[in-house]
Each structure stands twice: as C-alpha cells, then as structure tokens.
C-alpha cells in the first residue's frame, strides 16, 4: 500500500516536499520573518480644536473626528486591550485659525500640544507620536512656507517644520514625525532637539519616502487639508521614482533620522525593502493610509474578500517586506484580533 510514497523518497527527490512544513498552524507562522504583534501598531487619532466633537468621516471607515473631551472614553478600552502607540493630527476648525505661516500648528492651547498633555497625564504607558506638518494649518493648504511664485520657501518652511516639531516633544511628544517633506528638515529637527535638550528622549521618524498619488483623499476629508490650489507633486515623490525615494531615505538616515517611514504601504513594498536595506540597523516603518484601507473596506462590502482576511494579508505583506511597524487605521480591530 506505501509502495507510491516509498518511490518518492528513493527516488531522491526530497526537495520538492514542502507541505509537511506548514501543515500546522503554529507551523505556518514561523513561515514569517516577522509575526505581527500590538507593539508594532500605531494608530491614527484627528484632534479637532472643537472639545466636544466627535464626528464620523463618510469616506474613512469607522474613523472619527474627536475634540480633547471625547478622547479617553474612546481611548480607555483600547488601552485596555494593548494600544500600544497613537500618532496625532490637529484639526482646526475654528473659523479664521489658518494664516499663510500655519501659526496654529503649535498654538499652546491647540489641539495637538492639548492632546500630547492629556495623554501624557492620562497613560503612563502610551507612546505618543506627533506627526509635523503646516497643511493643517495654513489657508493655502500646502506643506510649509510659499514663496510668490506659490512653490515651497525651503528655508522658511524648514525654519518653521523644526519649531513646530521642538514645541511638541517639549511638551511631551515621545516621537516627532515630519511628513511635510521639505529638503533638510530632519537634520534641522535633530539640531532644535539637541539645543533644547530633548534629543536623548526624544524619536525622530522620518517620512522620508512620501509618494503623492490618489491614496490620501480621506485624510484630507478627515483634516480638512486639501491645497487650495496645484498639488503636492513637486514635493511629495513620483509614484515611479524608485530612486528618488532611496536617496531620500539614504539623505534622512544621514541627517539623523531614527526611524525611516514610507507612505503608502501596499503600492510601495519594493520601497520598503528598500529601506530595511538601506536602514538595515534602523526600523522601518510604513503607513497604511487612508485610501489604502478605504479601499479594503470597500472590497470587503462588494463582496470581494473578507475583511479581516484582507487586514491581516496586507499588512503581512508590509512585514514581510522589511517594516516592523505599521501605522494603520486597523489598530482597534487588530486589538480585537490578536492575542499578544
Ligand atoms: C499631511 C499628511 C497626510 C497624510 C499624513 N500626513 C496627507 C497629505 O500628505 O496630503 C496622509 C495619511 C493618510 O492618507 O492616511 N502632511
Ligand atoms: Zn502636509
């Protein structure tokens, strides 16, 4: 009766035997380099400058806007289920905050440094990451300083990113992420750090591989963010600019950057191993974004896969490509999912 399996194995040709090898399920998780846990995520909160906001975003699945007082109700038992990390972008909606300069980025009294205190005294535990940017704040719209002309002021734009990013790990941001995108901004971050006193306990991420394309609409909607006028494409990368985007990775690692991030993450994971091997001795990090996962949950409702299914496959691809951290706006669902 085993005459068939005998022949196989005398015949030599034990290469060729791979099931046995997964046929487990604990099996097939030492398959991955890496298994996805609760500490590698980083989920996304809009901070609104409204206290008692809470509004749901039509066009970003399950993901609302929320003022200072609707954060810890909505925080509490994520906490409890290992949230591990947050990032934080400020949405002001008062009318007449915005200004050419972005001033209210780092306001005192608005929304994001408010929030960084909040979480700061609420969580021991949280780790809190600010993101940096000026579109959220400037009437135009655009990632920093303009110039007559309507391009990006690189030297204004620089001076003013660095500030804001000092303002917020001062007042107790565990990490800085710059996602404006202007030339030498991390180097310039890193030299406030380190003047204010803050650099030995402060992390500096870098969205140093930011694509411009049609994947952040949501967030826009969700940050009330859109440019005014033209685009982002003469500073966010081509989508086709593969080695634009390893020079902005190698220049940032350079410049002092503790955490290489690229965005987005499904369309680029030949930019994130990239980075992992450009940055071998660094994390890699990599953004889920909004249009990325809009774009799951609206496969998920046509009937096309399943969602969960779909969460996990994705971002396992984002593993397995060479990051170890994800921000995504699955992290509540993945609380649920996972056990560690
Ligand atoms: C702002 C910023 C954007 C995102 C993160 N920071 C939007 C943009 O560049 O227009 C996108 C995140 C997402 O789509 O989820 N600089
Ligand atoms: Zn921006």
Known sequence: ASTTATSVSISGDISSQLHGGYHHPLARAWQAERQLTKSMLIYPLFISDQPDEETLIPSLPNQHRRGLNRLTAHLDPLIA???AAVILFGV???????DPHGRAADDPRGPVIQA???LRRTYRDLFIVADVCLCEYTSHGHCGI??????????????RISDVATEYA???????APSDMNDGRIRAIKLKLIEAGIAHKTVLMSYSAKFSGCLYGPFRDAAGSV??????KCYQLPPGGRGLARRAIVRDINEGADIIMIKPANQYLDIISDAKE???????????VSGE????????????????TMAFESTEGILRAGASIVISYFTPDFLDWLTT
């Open 92 to 98: 002001p909606i008062n009318p007449g905050v915005k």
């Open 116 to 118: 960084i205190k909040l």
């Open 293 to 308: 996962f809009a774009m799951i949950h609206a496969g998920a409702k046509a009937g096309v896969f399943d969602l969960k």
């Open 227 to 232: 440019p005014s006028f033209g685009d982002r």
């Open 170 to 176: 001062l007042a107790g941001a565990h990490c800085v």
């Open 81 to 83: 289920k290992g949230l």
């Open 278 to 288: 450009l940055g071998k001795d660094m994390p890699i990090a990599a953004y889920q």
């Open 146 to 159: 303009l110039t007559e002309d309507g391009t990006l002021h690189n030297a204004l734009s620089v001076e």
